[in-house]
């Protein structure tokens, strides 16, 4: 069954349409999704390597509202399904809304959280690793795998939430 989202207008209200993911967009539709950013006591990042299916490289968690979802509701879901992960909403804020040219907008969120890593449970079909980072071996893992354009607000965003 295809997945479908919802259709955004550039200021990122809803529209009354829907879409198939992957499917092209219209000028001025979007698509919406978040990015999340789990930072620990020690200010180290929650990273996920991403299944042979999805490119192989580490990531943090993230993905497409569903039909009717805010972007809570998909930060909950996302990390749920992708790492097995409860989030304490009291933890979490939204860091900057991004619009990328691929016609989506991301709500970034950071939440400051404790995971144990050997409690998580993966979603095959996403990850097959996790580890945590610090902000040196964060932007080193994006530097070398060339994922920056994902991320062209994770300088920004390290700055801020690490000291």
């Known amino acids: 069954m295809p997945e479908l989202l919802d ?21 001025d539709e979007y ?5 999340v950013w789990i ?6 990042f929650l ?16 993905g497409m509202a569903a039909v009717g979802d805010d972007s809570f509701t998909t930060v909950l879901r996302e990390v749920g ?7 304490d909403s009291v933890n979490g804020q939204i860091f ?9 907008i991301i709500d970034v969120w950071v939440f400051r959280q404790n995971i144990d890593i050997s409690k998580v449970v993966l979603q095959e079909e996403e990850a097959c690793e996790v580890m945590l980072a610090t902000k040196e071996e964060v932007m080193q893992i ?13 300088k920004e965003l390290m700055d801020f939430y690490v000291s």
Request: aromatic share 10%; net charge positive.
């Open 7 to 27: 259709i955004y207008d550039k200021n990122g209200n809803r529209t009354d349409r829907q879409i198939e993911r992957g499917k092209p967009l219209q000028e």
């Open 31 to 35: 698509v919406f999704g978040v990015h």
């Open 39 to 44: 930072i620990n006591c020690k200010q180290e």
């Open 47 to 62: 990273l996920t390597k991403r299944s042979e299916a999805k490119g192989h490289k580490w990531h943090g968690v993230g």
């Open 81 to 87: 399904e992708e790492v097995g992960i409860t989030l």
């Open 96 to 104: 900057k809304r991004h619009i990328f040219p691929s016609k989506s």
């Open 142 to 154: 994006i530097e070398e795998e060339i994922i920056d354009r994902w991320y062209p607000y994770l």
